[in-house]
């Protein structure tokens, strides 16, 4: 027995959609946006955020200890997806009062999410250093640096942690505030620098929202703005910490806020992507279940 998990918008904009196990959420279509009439995508990766892995009661609807189960639903379809890489976009985790606590949710979590297919990549939320400090969360999960470039498929991608407080001082040891996140002068420097050294169209990979001017906003997100727009080669900006679907066009550069999985305690209440992206600078999202579907043309 087999159930229909995918959106109405999906149905109508693809004139099909995925065939999914039910109660595991296993994608059993061969083939996905590839198969599609305009032809084969240079790289395809996939995309989650906001998990919040934590053992602890439901608190304003966010079900911390059904986040092992969501990743669940998501590895199975990102296997048939067979993606280069999956990306987290922040608070893989939630904070605890001890850090041996937080320890062992990043290290519960971190072995399911590593199990994914291709390369990973972990972008730090707010909650992902609460107690932990950015070189303990980044030492367990196997990862150099906060902020980091890396190329696959002729597109530049681009990490980015906005985990600091104003004076610079790196979050961690709970000093960490949800509405007070700043990129450092060095982190904007190194970000002008690396945009301008490709030759490649590139996309942005971060927690904080950079499209808006209120508490969930990196509080000098226009100074990155300006650095993308100057560089002219950005495509896209991805985000999470607000935790609904969202989108905005700003200077011809989409900002758009993945739906996160701690939302919900049903099983349907979940959200992921998989992301094409074509030679001519085209984007198309996938979403699954709760996660809205995007086609932005060149």
């Known amino acids: 027995m087999t159930k229909i998990v995918c959106n109405r918008r999906t149905f109508i904009h693809r004139g099909s959609c995925y065939l999914l196990a039910a109660g595991a959420g296993l994608a059993s279509a061969d083939t996905l946006l590839a198969a599609e009439s305009e032809g084969k995508p240079t790289v395809r990766f996939g995309m989650m955020t906001d998990m919040h892995h934590a053992d602890k009661k439901m608190r304003i609807n966010r079900y911390y200890r059904k986040a092992l189960d969501k990743l669940q639903a998501a590895a199975e379809a990102l296997k048939k997806a067979r993606p280069a890489f999956a990306v987290e976009l922040g608070d893989l985790i939630d904070g605890a009062p001890q850090v041996d606590v937080e320890f062992g949710y990043l290290k519960r979590i971190h072995k399911d999410f590593a199990r994914l297919p291709g390369d990973k990549h972990y972008v730090l939320g707010n909650h992902c250093v609460d107690t932990l400090t950015k070189e303990e969360f980044l030492g367990t999960v196997g990862q150099e640096k906060s902020y980091y470039s890396f190329d696959e498929g002729g597109v530049h991608f681009v990490v980015l942690d906005s985990c600091f407080l104003k004076d610079g001082t790196p979050y961690g040891r709970n000093n960490e505030r ?43 997100a226009s100074a990155a703005r300006k ?27 989409h900002y758009c806020v993945h739906r996160a999985m701690v939302e919900g305690g049903e099983e349907r209440d979940n959200g992921f992507s998989t992301l094409d992206v074509f030679a001519d600078g085209t984007i198309k999202l996938m979403g699954f279940y709760d996660q809205k579907n995007y086609d932005w043309q060149a």
């Open 178 to 220: 949800w509405n007070d996140a700043n990129f450092p002068k060095a982190e904007l420097g190194w970000l002008a620098k690396d945009l301008k050294q490709t030759k490649n169209k590139a996309i942005i990979f971060a927690h904080q929202r950079l499209d808006t001017e209120d508490g969930y906003s990196v509080n000098n």
């Open 227 to 253: 650095v993308f727009e100057d560089a002219g080669n950005v495509l896209a900006v991805f985000q999470g910490h607000s935790h609904k679907n969202n989108h905005k066009l700003i200077n011809g550069i």
